[in-house]
Structure formats: C-alpha cells, structure tokens
C-alpha cells in the first residue's frame, strides 16, 4: 500500500517570506509526484508535477524531488496571503493519485 | 479554459436513500475517476473507469457504490443506500491518458450530507 507522509501543520510563514513544504513517500518505484493546493470546502488545484530528481521552477513555486530519500518538497517564495490553503503531496499510482492528508499553510500580512 | 463539471453542488439525504452523483468530464478525455474527502482527513480513490468499465477499485467502493457512463459525456456516481458515514465531500476527475505522467483534473466537488 502506496503512503505519503505530510507534516500537517499549521506553518506560519511571513509575507514576503519562503515557505518549505515536506513530504515522504514509501514506495520507492514511484514515478510522479504532484503538488496541489485546496482552499477549504474546494476540490485540489494542481500546481506542479515533476518526474526527475532535482528541482523544477514555475514562476514563484519550485518542486525538489529526491528518489533516493523518497522525498518531495515544495518551496513557494515571496509567500502572499492568497497562498494560505492547504498543501496536498500526491503520488501516481496505476490509476490513481494517493493523496498525502496535506499541510496548513498559513501566510501572516 | 476546459473544466470538470460536477452536479449538484450540495446534496442532502436521509440514511438508506440512494443518490447519484453527476460530473461531466473534460471533453477529450478518456479516463474518470471518483475520490472522497470526508471533512478534515485526506482525499482517498474510490474507482477509476475507462473503456466504460472499473480499471481500479478502492476498499472503500463496496457493494453499495456503482459507476456509470450513460452517454458520451456524463460520468455518475451511485451509492445505493447512503449511510452517515457516507458524508463527505465526493470529487470527479478526468483526464486524457493512463499514464504516470499525465495528471488528473478535479471538478468542483458535490457536498453529501447523510442525516
């Protein structure tokens, strides 16, 4: 059975300021790995995807993934209100995502 | 932007009643998959369809749960006969290929309420 590990807060991050979302997987054959966001009472809203180990930028948001310590993070800089939601780690399954139970994230103005 | 539709938005029903759940996916797409999230715990699968018949089923799709493409664009949700623990918040997603770099597009959700 595929898990994934997700410290669920809350973080408190100032404006301005980098947040650091963490996030472990137990199956090592694992291939995608996925960040979605989901404000409360709303369906998840995919903000990344990545494949390689490495790091993966898109505008504000860069994923890092690590297959050898089956880690997935997530940095999101110069943190803006709107980004307080929670932060839900996902890995493929074969047809289906396995969804980690997400982390608060809570920006301070 | 195409987009996962999903109808009604809050369905309330008393225990033992059975509802559908409706969601017309993205157009182009081939697969269709249902998940639940009941309030403050993790979005879990239900079931994955393709080809008009279930590719996957979680534990969770027992019996009491069915799936169905009636015609070429809706996707529907059964649960036959609801029970409380059947609150949750029920999401469907689509998307255009079976595969572990294709990512997966939610719709809306629909709120069930069991009293």
């Known amino acids: 059975q595929k898990e994934v590990e997700q410290n669920s807060g809350p973080l408190s991050v100032p404006e301005g300021a980098i947040a650091s979302l963490n996030c472990t997987y137990s199956?090592?054959?694992?291939?995608?790995f996925f960040w979605y966001r989901q404000y409360s009472g709303k369906s998840p809203e995919l903000i990344m995807f990545i494949y390689s180990n490495g790091d993966k930028e898109d505008g504000r948001f860069t994923a890092q993934l690590n297959k050898a310590s089956q880690y997935v993070s997530l940095l999101i800089r110069d943190s803006q209100p709107s980004d307080s939601a929670t932060y839900l780690c996902a890995v493929q399954g074969d047809d289906k995502i396995i969804f980690g139970k997400g982390t608060r994230l809570h920006i301070l103005p | 932007e195409p987009e996962v539709t999903q109808t009604p938005s809050h369905q309330v029903t008393q225990m033992g009643q059975e509802v559908i759940l409706r969601c017309v996916p993205i157009?182009?797409?081939?697969?269709f998959y249902w998940y639940r999230q009941i309030l403050g715990q993790k979005v879990e699968f239900l079931v994955s369809?393709?080809?008009?018949?279930?590719?996957?089923k979680s534990e969770i799709f027992d019996d009491q749960f069915s799936v169905e493409r009636p015609d070429g664009s809706n996707f529907t949700l059964k649960i036959r006969s609801t029970k409380l623990e059947d609150s949750a918040m029920y999401f469907c997603?689509?998307?255009?290929?079976?595969?572990?770099?294709?990512?997966?597009?939610f719709g809306p959700g629909t709120r069930l309420t069991v009293l």
């Open positions: 997603a689509s998307s255009s290929k079976r595969s572990s770099t294709d990512t997966q597009y």
């Open positions: 369809f393709y080809n008009n018949e279930i590719s996957e």
């Open positions: 157009s182009n797409h081939l697969y």
């Open positions: 199956d090592r054959g694992s291939q995608s």
